[in-house]
């Protein structure tokens, strides 16, 4: 762990007060790279994935910049936050709130899905910071509750996530209407072609920070998988979560639809459950989080976009219900449990259509997830052995030099890596009532099914280290 502390960073004494309230004394690696180089008023472009503690290292060099600069004019905002979920919006937004409760700023957050007007009203004295989503922010422009001449800071947070969500067309009309002369800082979980081609119109000569191996997964997540048929999952689910008593699950599917349809059959077996997608109002989707911080609900289903910016402390379940076509999504959807060095647990339910994602996923991590029966479920259409290959080494981003508008296409999807190597770890028995561990032999280089693996007889397994 680094032994520098906050207030090592340059920070006023403001803003260390408010950071301690928080209960935070040690940057994280990715804070003690961006604070200091923001606060130098250098461009940032940043390789940073969910739980790096991100946020606070743009959000509080810019708060202190701001403090010590001129005040906002009227519909003005000196710095601007774009973020491709409200989610992830509302939660930046509390952040700075926090952060800033002793510095005389205002700052506002703008999405769609709710009324306009009372964004327009708090946008008529001017913000210092704006933490909008792409959509509403243009609304607002176009009529005239917002100006962008003021704007000092520009932030794009998630950068991958809203290329993926199709929003560079409005990105792009967005940076256009900007002062050229701004700091930008960029944050991305992984730098694709796509995301450096962005960059070439965004930051100029930028203080390029990678804190953790790509792609990687904390090694206080222990990931399993229970192989079983797809119309069983539900099933196999709610035995999961009733017999191993289990409370704040988080649980991802690819659908709005597959989410409604998992809380009714949640709901239906007794297991208090809320969902959060693009169709649930905002109202909804924020009761629902609030219930499942404070375990008022049990399984909280979530869709990927859905789930951006879901910040819950001490999270100790995630579940694939199914696996993520992208196989990046899997690295997202995981980080949500074992943050900060606390132990978690990471469980797939995973048929045997979904092997490709399968592979897509151990090779992109590097590992092979172990296997897991659950007594009772054993799929009538059994899971292949995923297939050894080596996974595509990752391409480390380019130094960009800036202009006005953003250049860059539209991901279709991230590349899907091929399989690692397996890890032949003998098979071990289940802890804590938890599905037996099925041994993994190789595939036959045919194609044919491999023999049944041989039960493990070795003891339990220990817990994992926190």
Avoid at 401 to 407: E, T
Wanted: aromatic fraction near 4%.
């Amino acid at each position: 762990m680094s032994e520098i502390q906050f207030a090592d960073l340059g920070l006023s004494e403001s803003l260390l007060k408010a950071v301690a309230e928080q209960g935070y004394t040690i940057p994280s690696p990715v804070q003690a790279q961006a604070i200091p180089a923001v606060l130098q008023g250098r461009d940032v472009m940043a390789a940073a994935q969910t739980g790096t503690g991100k946020t606070a290292g743009f959000t509080l060099p810019i708060l202190q910049r701001l403090d010590n600069g001129k005040r906002v004019s009227g519909n003005r905002i000196r710095a601007l936050i774009l973020t491709p979920t409200r989610e992830l919006a509302a939660q930046i937004d509390e952040n700075i709130k926090a952060y800033g409760k002793y510095l005389p700023l205002r700052s506002a957050v703008v999405f769609g899905g709710v009324k306009i007007n009372p964004q327009m009203i708090a946008l008529r004295r001017g913000v210092d910071i704006l933490v909008a989503c792409p959509g509403r922010l243009l609304d607002l422009y176009q009529q005239n509750a917002v100006r962008f001449d003021e704007v000092e800071f520009m932030v794009l947070d998630e950068a991958d996530r809203m290329l993926d969500m199709g929003f560079i067309n409005d990105i792009k009309k967005i940076l256009a209407k900007l002062p050229a002369k701004r700091q930008n800082l960029m944050f991305s979980a992984t730098f694709s072609q796509d995301i450096r081609a962005l960059a070439k119109g965004l930051v100029n000569d930028p203080v390029e920070i990678d804190v953790s191996p790509r792609n990687s997964t904390a090694h206080t997540v222990e990931q399993w998988l229970v192989p079983v048929d797809k119309g069983r999952k539900a099933k196999a689910l709610i035995e999961l979560v009733s017999a191993g008593d289990w409370h704040q699950v988080l649980v991802f599917t690819r659908t709005k639809h597959g989410a409604n349809r998992l809380t009714k059959q949640l709901e239906e077996a007794g297991i208090k459950a809320a969902a959060i997608h693009g169709n649930k109002s905002q109202g909804a989707r924020t009761r629902a989080l609030a219930e499942f911080k404070s375990n008022d609900i049990r399984v909280l289903v979530a869709t990927d976009i859905a789930a951006r910016g879901l910040d819950i402390d001490q999270l100790p379940h995630v579940v694939n219900y199914e696996l993520p076509n992208v196989a990046a999504d899997y690295v997202h959807r995981i980080g949500r449990t074992g943050r900060a060095g606390a132990s978690g647990e990471a469980l797939s339910l995973v048929c045997a259509e979904e092997l490709e994602d399968l592979e897509g996923i151990e090779g992109l991590i590097g590992r092979t997830i172990e296997r897991r029966e659950l007594e009772g479920f054993a799929p009538q259409a059994p899971l292949p052995l995923s297939r050894p290959k080596a996974p595509r080494k990752p391409k480390k981003p380019k130094q960009s030099s800036g202009s006005s508008s953003a250049q860059g296409e539209r991901s279709n999807s991230a590349p899907r890596n091929n399989s690692a190597p397996r890890n032949n770890n003998a098979p071990k028995k289940p802890a804590n009532g938890k599905p037996a561990n099925r041994s993994g032999q190789s595939a036959s280089k045919d194609g044919a099914a491999p023999s049944r693996p041989r039960r493990s007889q070795r003891g339990p397994r220990p817990s994992s280290a926190s």
